[in-house]
């Protein structure tokens, strides 16, 4: 008994606290706060209140539990049998994540903006792009796709190197059955005070050890700007030899049905690669969305797509992904104003490589309205874009007079929309650069950079008071 007094003393020394914080610096490059250290009679070795600060938020575990094999220690091996990880709580800014994005991104290569997003005139050439084609086929194969990105004065080069390959996994002789537990997990990000995505009621149970075990995770709503994008729900987890995943697994995202695989095995610098390929069935969708007092319902006749993704799952810039997304005949109804837009077709393609994530085409194409645009977003939380809007007469006096009441731009003079080549069709050209969680704005040829969020801040008090006068106007 006093050997077991004199160990728990010795553990809950700063110098202990300070080894293994040291420890999770080394494998995190993040700071911690380790509150104390337990070993109970059995042998299981308990630490509490794990705390690791950015700015203004962090992570907190209330508790965490290794059960040991004693066996190994004999070879200075320490093999964990349970792994339990009580209450997660992950509490984050924009000021926490963006550091954390520059921890994880050092050595990210960052594409230079261009001074000029888009000009009139401007001529770009083609770029062949992998992408991966889904429609009318259960497998998937990657394609070539000749893709065309908006005009700009300095093309986003595309380059990826052929298909995605996982790394071949690292094999492991007799491998004993081992968990990793979680209990009662959540996250929340906020920006200026306010809530903007959150998940509550994470629970998982895992087999990281064994031959053919099956584990469970599970979790709350997934909710982004107070309106709830994934719906709590549930999957098997299945451990055979050295494999874990996920597969026949139906998750609602957005109104749309997604079939996710997921697919870790042992191996890579970190000890873990990973394979997620996610499809979108071809399906029709209808939405109705309620944000910034403003409601919007979409219909689609027709959507479909897939993303696979790899790499090592404790180093990001060896992640590497290809996304294609398509839908036909694409409605959007307005509440406020009672606009009515219908697109003939819509198309998302995205690559990933080196940290750096390109967009060479992300369009929503009809006859009275399209809008065209490519750009860059960087792990390190930097991106820069460019989006051109083109619309007939009548969709230009609309946008032009909805700039005129919110005064959402700054500095402009007249309408946003120039004439193309005629005066039967108008467009202008919005670029976005810096931050992704505080971008900057502005319509190239027409204003001044300005935050975004000031832009979206305008519209949402515009449409207030609007509101706001029609219905003292109907109580008269």
């Known amino acids: 008994m006093g050997l077991y007094l004199l160990l728990n003393i010795a553990l809950n020394s700063t110098w202990s606290r300070n080894k293994v914080a040291a420890v999770l610096e080394r494998k995190t490059g993040m700071e911690w706060l380790i509150g104390t250290l337990h070993v109970l ?46 209450r997660p709580s992950i509490d984050l800014t924009e000021k926490d994540l963006i550091a954390i994005l520059h921890v994880q991104s050092q050595n990210v290569e960052l594409p230079k903006p261009p001074e000029v997003a888009m000009e009139e005139q401007a001529q770009s050439e083609q770029a062949e792009v992998e992408v991966l084609a889904s429609h009318g086929t259960n497998g998937m194969s990657p394609t070539k796709s000749s893709v065309e990105p908006v005009p700009t004065d300095k093309k986003i080069e595309v380059k990826p190197s052929g298909d995605l390959v996982v790394p071949e996994a690292v094999a492991v002789e007799d491998e004993r059955e081992a968990w990793v537990r979680v209990v009662d997990g959540s996250f929340r990000l906020s920006k200026g005070g306010e809530e903007v995505t959150s998940l509550e ?105 897939r993303m696979r993704m790899v790499g090592d799952l404790g180093h990001p810039l060896s992640w590497q992904a290809l996304a294609d997304v398509r839908a036909k005949n694409v409605e959007v109804a307005e509440g406020h104003r009672g606009g009515h837009y219908r697109f003939d077709s819509f198309q998302f393609q995205s690559i990933l490589q080196r940290g750096v994530m390109q967009v060479p085409r992300l369009e929503l194409l009809g006859e009275e309205v399209s809008v065209m645009s490519n750009g860059v977003a960087t792990m390190n939380g930097y991106g820069f874009g460019v989006c051109r809007v083109v619309a007939s007469g009548e969709k230009t006096a609309w946008i032009n007079k909805l700039q005129g009441g919110a005064q959402m731009v700054q500095g402009v003079r007249g309408g946003l929309m120039r004439p193309l080549e005629t005066n039967d069709v108008y467009y202008m050209d919005v670029e976005v650069d810096g931050s992704l969680l505080n971008p900057m704005m502005r319509v190239a040829n027409v204003s001044e950079w300005q935050p975004l969020w000031e832009v979206v801040q305008g519209l949402r008090t515009f449409i207030k008071n609007e509101r706001v006068e029609d219905l003292t106007t109907s109580q008269r």
């Open 41 to 86: 009679p059995n042998g299981t070795i308990c630490v509490y209140d794990i705390e690791s600060l950015v700015y203004e938020g962090g992570l907190h575990v209330e508790k965490v539990s290794a059960d040991l094999r004693f066996g190994p220690l004999l070879d200075r091996e320490i093999e964990i049998k349970e792994l339990e990880i009580v």
């Open 201 to 305: 009621n994470f629970q998982a149970e895992i087999p990281i050890g064994g031959k053919l075990l099956t584990g469970e995770v599970s979790w709350g709503e997934i909710v982004v700007a107070g309106r709830r994008i994934v719906d709590r729900g549930e999957f098997l987890v299945s451990k055979e030899n050295h494999a874990l995943s996920v597969k026949q697994t139906d998750v609602s995202f957005f109104g749309l049905d997604l079939k996710p695989e997921l697919l870790l095995v042992k191996g890579g610098r970190s000890g873990l690669l990973f394979q997620i390929d996610l499809e979108v069935p071809e399906q029709s969708a209808m939405e109705l969305m309620t944000h910034l007092n403003l409601t919007v319902g979409m219909a689609v006749e027709s959507v479909f797509g």
